[in-house]
């Protein structure tokens, strides 16, 4: 069978490759490059990515292809990113770009190729219908495939979605790949690890506003809400005596950032949430019947009858930054 893997460069997806290289199939590598803006800045590894995606599949013993998808990616994904963001949300464009460019504008080129399968090195699995969670529950990536529809998953294949991260590296170690011992990737894929407040400056403009508590005492001005996430606590520009200051809520007609003392405040605490964009793999469930969800947040792991969530895997830290707290998925 004739099966194109993305390749990034890293060991997931070259171990990937070498899995289906050994089963007998017909292999071909491809390395998708999304992003053009800084493409030769200190945070772009784009360059260096393919270099290790080029080094894998010669090790591997089959051809890679790089192609470019940075219209599409603009288009499709960061534009609604940027428009996420301008209306006060946190957005996670890794989703979008799975559904959109990974597993859509990658799986039509593979097809045009002569390919019958498309394959990745997501910690994930399917049976060709349904997307099932990966074996390893601290590597699964089923969360940022969730858009995904019947007619891709039934083209799609996760070779290392049965195996435990140690394993994957073991494999790629006996095999000598080159990038065995690489470091994951943790920035979002077209930002990487830069500055983000810097980044989204190039994109949005700064509306600064006043920065108040729920009684509405003026404590300061911020530079824009669309520069701040409900739960961050760094970044914000406040200090003094008492506990940290955290983003609570934004008022956006009001152009107000409203901050709370404690990271144990009623306002930063929920017991519901709203989930919208469901994608339904197999159709909409009955009315009234009950499904579980996955939810990924951070939690400030104090006992409480409730935990502090946003729509951020690093908002404690702040925008885009990585913080050492505990982030369940």
Not at 33 to 43: A, C, G, I, L, V
Not at 116 to 138: C, F, M, Q, S, W
């Amino acid at each position: 069978m004739k099966i194109v893997v993305g390749m990034s460069g890293g060991v997931d997806s070259s171990v990937a490759a070498l899995l289906l290289k050994r089963a007998g199939h017909d292999v071909v590598g491809l390395f998708m490059k999304n992003w053009e803006d800084d493409d030769d800045d200190e945070y772009c590894s784009t360059r260096e990515d393919l270099i290790d995606a080029a080094a894998a599949a010669d090790r591997i013993g089959i051809e890679l292809e790089a192609v470019n998808f940075s219209a599409e990616y603009k288009d499709r994904v960061f534009a609604e990113f940027l428009r996420e963001y301008a209306a006060g949300r946190t957005p996670n464009p890794d989703v979008l770009c799975n559904a959109e460019i990974k597993f859509k504008a990658f799986l039509d080129h593979a097809m045009r190729l002569g390919a019958e399968k498309i394959a990745t090195g997501h910690y994930a699995r399917t049976d060709g219908a349904l997307l099932l969670k990966g074996k390893d529950a601290h590597k699964d990536q089923s969360y940022f495939l969730h858009r995904l529809n019947q007619a891709q998953l039934s083209r799609v294949m996760f070779p290392i979605g049965e195996m435990k991260k140690p394993e994957v590296r073991r494999i790629a170690l006996e095999a000598g790949l080159p990038n065995h011992a690489k470091k994951d990737s943790t920035g979002i894929c077209f930002i990487g690890e830069r500055p983000f407040r810097e980044f989204l400056n190039r994109y949005l403009p700064k509306t600064p506003g006043p920065m108040v508590t729920p009684e509405g005492r003026r404590v300061g001005e911020h530079i824009g809400l669309a520069f701040y996430t409900i739960g961050q606590r760094k970044g914000i520009g406040l200090g003094g005596a008492g506990d940290p200051w955290y983003v609570a809520q934004k008022r956006m007609g009001a152009n107000e950032l409203v901050v709370v003392q404690g990271h144990d405040h009623p306002l930063l605490m929920r017991s519901s949430l709203q989930g919208l964009g469901a994608s339904w793999v197999l159709g909409a469930p009955v009315p009234g019947s009950t499904r579980t969800a996955k939810t990924r947040s951070c939690v400030a792991w104090k006992a409480s009858s409730s935990a502090r969530t946003s729509s951020s895997p690093a908002n404690r830290g702040g925008i885009g930054t990585s913080s050492s707290h505990t982030c369940a998925r």
